[in-house]
Nanobody, 120 residues
Framework: VQLQASGGGLVQAGGSLRLSCAASGSIFRINLMGWYRQAPGKEREMVATYDIQDTIKLSDSVKGRFTISRDNAENAVYLQMDSLEPEDTAVYFC???????????????WGPGTLVTVSS
C-alpha cells in the first residue's frame, strides 16, 4: 500500500492551498486517513483525521481555517487550508490506517511528505 500526496508549495500569509492524498495497492478497507505535519525542529503533530465512521478530528491550531474531506471511492483524502499563517510552515504527511486485501492485515502507512511554506 502506498500513499501519494500533492499540493504543497509556497504561499503568502492569508492565502490558501489544497493538499491531496491518494492510496493505492492491495486495500480492503481504509479505517482512517489524515494529515500530520512536522515543522523544523519540532515533533510531528496531528493536523486532521477522518475515520470510517465519518468522525473528524482537527488540531485546535487549525480549527476554523483547515477542512478535511475524504473520497472513499477514490481512497483519497484532501486538506483545504485557508487563512494560512507562517506558523503553518511544515512538511505535511498523509497517513492512513488500512486493512489489506487478501491477508486482512492492519497497517499504518505514511506518505513521503509535501512541503508547505507560508511567507509573512
Amino acid at each position: 500500500v502506498q500513499l501519494q500526496a500533492s499540493g504543497g508549495g509556497l504561499v503568502q500569509a492569508g492565502g490558501s492551498l489544497r493538499l491531496s492524498c491518494a492510496a493505492s495497492g492491495s486495500i480492503f478497507r481504509i479505517n482512517l486517513m489524515g494529515w500530520y505535519r512536522q515543522a523544523p525542529g519540532k515533533e510531528r503533530e496531528m493536523v486532521a483525521t477522518y475515520d470510517i465512521q465519518d468522525t473528524i478530528k482537527l488540531s485546535d491550531s487549525v480549527k476554523g481555517r483547515f477542512t478535511i474531506s475524504r473520497d472513499n471511492a477514490e481512497n483519497a483524502v484532501y486538506l483545504q487550508m485557508d487563512s494560512l499563517e507562517p506558523e503553518d510552515t511544515a512538511v505535511y504527511f498523509c497517513n492512513a490506517h488500512v486493512v489489506t486485501s487478501g491477508t486482512y492485515y492492519r497497517k499504518e502507512v505514511w506518505g513521503p511528505g509535501t512541503l508547505v511554506t507560508v511567507s509573512s
